[in-house]
């Protein structure tokens, strides 16, 4: 709560700077629930498609978000290093990640090789020697690496770390990036109507459960900003606190949802993810300057036809359509269950909240009855 007392954020928050072939910046801070791909977007390599461009790492986790003088939002972030999580970290998924870990760096309850190096899910295919309980890796006794086991490591080993991700000033957000993890229903992407839309979108966040984390599958958790973890007071405050900050902020960032994770009929996943996504980010640096097309649907602004560059990619008109659509029916459904979360924290829930989903619930309501 120092933050909200003190009128500034702190929030679970990766901040990664885009450097377009002109040499121009635009930073943007990203909040995802664990196991969505935060590191590999801090260190995101962009497609060839995107040659001249440049992603720059100013933090993968945390970042702390003050007022500027100049009316923007700006961050910092106060850690030194990164603590990712180990299983799926490879060459194909991240990099620069894999690159920055062959010195000076930590591990916990990883596997290891023969000669003792370490070894994780997704790494390679070799077979490790022995599993993070160190015992010999047999597996019929499940993976070889502990699920959260972990490496730590300097910032400044990073192939794409930002030269000014330690100014005291920080860096100024055009963006702010909300996901989760969920096969259906939620767009690629899109963006609030307005701040305070934004707020709502923000504490709708949720992910669906996998056989592996739970046992049960396709069960929705809420975890408003990625903060569920780390929020130390009442979300109902927290939101009150965020909506105070639009109002003080005037030149504030735009709010976005993004959701990597759309699956077709047989499971597979839609969009391409990981560098790709630069292809996301794009289109949300351009609706920050005011160029990149958008249609208004109920829930927010999505990419209008052709406004999205998907050149290079095995992706079919039909397959880009439903990533970017809205279905009313459906959606209403997700609202109820978005309120009947949100009223879990009674009297402090602000009424701006309750406004913004009543006036979402509405426009939802006149596209089904026109459709």
């Known amino acids: 709560a120092q933050s909200r007392n003190e009128g500034w954020m702190a929030e679970h928050m990766l901040i990664v700077g885009v450097e377009n072939p002109q040499g121009e910046v635009h930073y943007i801070a990203a909040a995802f629930p664990s196991a969505c791909g935060k590191t590999n977007m801090a260190m995101l390599i962009p497609p060839q498609e995107y040659e001249g461009y440049k992603v720059w790492t100013v933090g993968d986790d945390i970042a702390w978000l003050h007022p500027g003088d100049d009316g923007r939002l700006w961050a910092i972030n106060p850690e030194a290093g990164f603590f990712g999580v180990a299983p799926g970290t490879g060459a194909e998924t991240n990099p620069n990640a894999v690159s920055m870990l062959n010195h000076d760096c930590i591990f916990t309850n990883v596997a290891v090789t023969e000669d003792n ?38 910032a400044k080993q990073c192939a794409s770390y930002s030269d000014i991700a330690d100014a005291p000033s920080g860096v100024p957000i055009s963006a702010i990036v909300f996901g989760g993890r969920r096969p259906n229903l939620l767009p690629l992407v899109f963006e609030s109507k307005d701040w305070k839309h934004g707020v709502l979108v923000g504490a709708s966040v949720a992910s669906e459960t996998t056989a592996a984390q739970s046992g049960k599958v396709g069960v929705v958790r809420r975890d408003p900003m990625a903060m569920k973890p780390f929020c130390g007071y009442n979300f109902g405050d927290y939101w009150k606190h965020w909506l105070n900050m639009g109002e003080r902020v005037p030149n504030h960032p735009k709010i976005f949802h993004v959701n990597w994770f759309r699956q077709d009929e047989n499971g597979k996943f839609m969009w391409p993810g990981f560098g790709d996504n630069m292809r996301v980010l794009d289109w949300i640096l351009e609706r920050c300057r005011g160029n990149a097309a958008a ?37 209403l459904k997700e609202l109820d269950e978005i309120e009947a979360y949100l009223q879990e924290f009674g009297d402090r829930l602000p009424t701006e909240i309750t406004d913004q989903v009543e006036q979402v619930r509405q426009q939802l309501n006149q596209a089904a009855s026109s459709a």
């Not at 390679?124 to 309980?133: G, H, K, V, Y």
């Not at 993976?143 to 086991?149: E, G, L, T």
């Not at 999505?302 to 009313?328: C, Q, W």
Request: hydrophobic share 30%; glycine share 8%.
């Open 117 to 154: 190096r370490p070894w994780w899910e997704g790494l390679s295919n070799e077979t490790p020697a022995t599993d993070w309980r160190g015992n010999p890796y047999d597996p019929a006794t499940g993976p070889a690496a502990h699920p959260n086991s972990r490496f730590t490591v300097s």
């Open 295 to 331: 249609d208004e649907t109920p829930i927010g602004y999505l990419p209008a036809k052709g406004s999205l560059n998907v050149t290079g990619l095995d992706l079919d008109d039909a397959t880009l359509k439903r990533l970017t659509e809205v279905e009313p029916a459906p959606w």
